[in-house]
């Protein structure tokens, strides 16, 4: 306790493969009907974040906020579909941007990771500071991950307005989760992804010549090439296996003491058996632990709906379990 049993989602029939459940959702969602209000956060050390609201008449009791996965933003499908899904139900909603994902090079040389609690922190003082008494956190895959781990960090401490969190397609283990996209059968994902990244260095290089070096780029092909040359040093870790040991958010599970569902699929093709903690679910209190047998990685579509399954199970665990 608390396993979640019998988990309620039922993939499509024509999604027949891990794949297809991951990219399918991606290629061909389109969330209508929500307009984002940006704010801009400026941060202590010179650099700043994007916030994407959609607020209504809330009079700022209730929100939900939303962090991306590796080189997402609120753009992403599936940040408009929750943001929206909650906003219709009489939530105000805030999908932010990690430093250097709102379309913005960020200020400085470093950008964000897996384990770069401290921004989300500062998103969550934001808005308490603007009167919201009640906050969850939603958070996908990398999103999920950082909110995990800044909730264990927490603790008791954690800000009383946080009520608490809903998180999908989460690599807990973060070594295991490079290992299996650094493996076979996973390089679309680990193209896609480097390729990105390699792009937004470029770009940055141009603004810290002497603090990014891309002479070797294109021979970066692998995580663990990429966060030994360029994630470690830019954020002050030893090397990639430092960085991994020290990011992940598996060892602070048992630490969170807010309601907060984890939900990772069975078949999701990032994830490896580390990254279903059932053990540490089972002990918890708080930490609910839900294995849907199909999914993918942030998929869950469901056939003639235009909401995602992950927007309905959210806002049933934030009503049922947290009770807001």
Same mark, same amino acid.
């Given at each position: 306790?608390?396993?979640?049993?019998?988990?309620?989602?039922?993939?499509?029939?024509?999604?027949?493969?891990?794949?297809?459940?991951?990219?399918?959702?991606?290629?061909?969602?389109?969330?209508? *009907?929500?307009?984002?209000? @940006?704010?801009?956060?400026?941060?202590?050390?010179?650099?700043?974040?994007?916030?994407?609201?959609?607020?209504?008449?809330?009079?700022?009791?209730?929100?939900?906020?939303?962090?991306?996965?590796?080189?997402?933003?609120?753009?992403?499908?599936? %940040? @408009?579909?929750?943001?929206?899904?909650?906003?219709?139900?009489?939530?105000?909603?805030? !999908?932010?941007?990690?430093?250097?994902? %709102?379309?913005?090079?960020?200020?400085? &040389?470093?950008?964000?990771?897996?384990?770069? /609690?401290?921004?989300?922190?500062?998103?969550?003082?934001?808005?308490?500071?603007?009167?919201?008494?009640?906050?969850?956190?939603?958070?996908?895959?990398? =999103?999920?991950?950082?909110?995990?781990?800044?909730?264990?960090?927490? *603790?008791?401490?954690?800000?009383?307005?946080?009520?608490?969190?809903?998180?999908?397609?989460?690599?807990?283990?973060?070594?295991?989760? =490079?290992?299996?996209?650094?493996?076979? *059968?996973?390089?679309?994902?680990? @193209?896609?992804?480097?390729?990105?990244?390699?792009?937004?260095?470029? &770009?940055?290089?141009?603004?810290?010549?002497? !603090?990014?070096?891309?002479?070797?780029?294109?021979?970066?092909? /692998?995580?663990?090439?990429?966060?030994?040359?360029?994630?470690?040093?830019?954020? =002050?870790?030893?090397?990639?296996?430092?960085?991994?040991?020290?990011?992940?958010?598996?060892?602070?599970?048992?630490?969170?003491?807010?309601?907060?569902?984890?939900?990772?699929?069975?078949?999701?093709?990032?994830? /490896?058996?580390?990254?279903?903690?059932?053990?540490? !679910?089972?002990?918890?209190?708080?930490?609910?632990?839900?294995?849907?047998?199909?999914?993918?990685?942030?998929?869950?579509?469901?056939?003639?709906?235009?909401?995602?399954?992950?927007?309905?199970? !959210?806002?049933?665990?934030?009503?049922?379990?947290?009770?807001?």
């Amino acid at each position: 306790m608390p396993l979640v049993e019998n988990s309620s989602y039922r993939p499509s029939w024509f999604l027949f493969s891990r794949h297809l459940e991951t990219i399918v959702p991606s290629l061909l969602r389109k969330v209508k *009907g929500s307009s984002y209000r @940006r704010t801009r956060l400026e941060l202590l050390d010179g650099d700043f974040l994007d916030l994407d609201w959609l607020t209504g008449e809330n009079k700022r009791e209730k929100l939900v906020i939303i962090s991306h996965g590796l080189e997402g933003s609120s753009t992403r499908q599936y %940040s @408009r579909g929750m943001a929206k899904y909650f906003y219709e139900r009489s939530w105000d909603a805030l !999908a932010w941007n990690c430093r250097s994902c %709102s379309g913005e090079i960020n200020r400085l &040389a470093r950008f964000y990771h897996h384990g770069d /609690t401290a921004d989300l922190g500062f998103v969550v003082d934001e808005a308490a500071r603007l009167g919201y008494k009640n906050i969850v956190l939603v958070g996908f895959s990398m =999103g999920g991950s950082f909110g995990l781990k800044f909730l264990g960090e927490k *603790g008791r401490e954690i800000q009383s307005e946080v009520k608490g969190s809903v998180n999908f397609s989460v690599p807990c283990d973060l070594a295991a989760g =490079g290992r299996i996209l650094d493996g076979p *059968g996973n390089g679309f994902y680990r @193209r896609r992804f480097i390729g990105k990244l390699r792009k937004k260095l470029i &770009a940055k290089s141009k603004l810290f010549p002497g !603090a990014i070096d891309i002479s070797d780029i294109g021979s970066v092909r /692998t995580f663990d090439v990429f966060n030994n040359v360029y994630t470690a040093p830019l954020h =002050g870790f030893r090397n990639s296996d430092d960085f991994y040991s020290s990011s992940s958010s598996l060892p602070y599970l048992s630490n969170i003491r807010v309601p907060s569902l984890l939900v990772n699929a069975a078949n999701d093709p990032m994830l /490896t058996p580390e990254c279903f903690p059932v053990q540490i !679910a089972k002990d918890s209190q708080y930490l609910y632990l839900e294995i849907p047998k199909r999914g993918g990685h942030v998929g869950f579509s469901m056939r003639g709906k235009d909401e995602n399954w992950m927007e309905v199970r !959210a806002f049933e665990f934030v009503t049922q379990v947290i009770g807001l």
